[in-house]
């Protein structure tokens, strides 16, 4: 059946970069997504890749995509605290992994 | 836009009660999804239309949910009788068609608290 899998927490220092990763296994999906949910707020899309891409970068967010082993990751380049909020991974149906709980501390 | 809008924020109701939570998604979308959220269970999919159709209805719990939606503008989901295991942050989500270019838009969420 279709499952997205992520780790659930992740703790840098401000500055540093994170990497949350993320497994997937729709192999037909058209565009995988990353969505950011603050507390208290809903999901925000963040970012999004094509299937055809391995890689797209947005200002601080390098997104990398393993197509082969169904491997998405979200970079964060100089995180910092304001970036603290849980991260979800997406395949076209909706299908969501169960967030990342990043923590920036100083 | 005003975006996706959900009420009531917040709702706190007696087990057995019944409770209606309304959406309304962005004006030009046609698809609605419904999401509930928990710590143990994280983003579930309920239920979404297309063009005000039920396409996938196999999220949804039990009978004691139903989800409507009467017009392009409006959905609600309803829980009778509601349950303290309901207890869970209720997403709408619309888009334009399905699997789509931008991704989805989500509303603020709907707190639901069964005692």
């Known amino acids: 059946g279709e499952d997205v899998e992520q780790s659930l927490f992740l703790s840098v220092r401000e500055g540093d970069s994170s990497v949350i990763n993320c497994t997937y296994t729709d192999s037909s999906s058209t565009y995988l997504y990353w969505y950011k949910q603050e507390p208290g707020a809903g999901l925000q899309l963040l970012t999004y890749?094509?299937?055809?891409?391995d890689m797209k970068q947005d200002q601080r967010l390098t997104v990398l995509l393993n197509k082969k082993d169904k491997h998405l990751s979200l970079r964060i380049a100089d995180t910092q605290t304001g970036d603290s909020a849980i991260y979800f991974c997406?395949?076209?149906?909706?299908?969501f992994g169960a967030g990342t709980r990043l923590a920036v501390h100083p | 836009d005003a975006g996706v809008i959900q009420s009531p924020r917040h709702e706190v109701t007696e087990m057995g009660q019944e409770v209606t939570l309304r959406c309304k998604p962005i004006?030009?979308?046609?698809?609605l999804f419904w999401y509930r959220q928990t710590m143990m269970r994280g983003l579930e999919l309920l239920i979404y239309?297309?063009?005000?159709?039920?396409?996938?209805d196999s999220g949804m719990p039990e009978d004691r949910f139903s989800a409507k939606m009467p017009n392009a503008s409006f959905s609600t989901l309803k829980i009778q009788p509601s349950e303290p295991r309901d207890s869970a942050v209720y997403f709408c989500?619309?888009?334009?068609?399905?699997?789509?270019?931008?991704?989805?838009?989500f509303g603020s969420g709907t707190r639901l608290t069964v005692v």
């Open positions: 989500a619309s888009s334009v068609g399905q699997g789509v270019d931008y991704g989805y838009t």
């Open positions: 997406a395949e076209d149906k909706l299908i």
């Open positions: 890749i094509f299937s055809n891409m």
């Open positions: 004006s030009g979308h046609n698809s």
């Open positions: 239309f297309n063009n005000n159709v039920p396409i996938d």
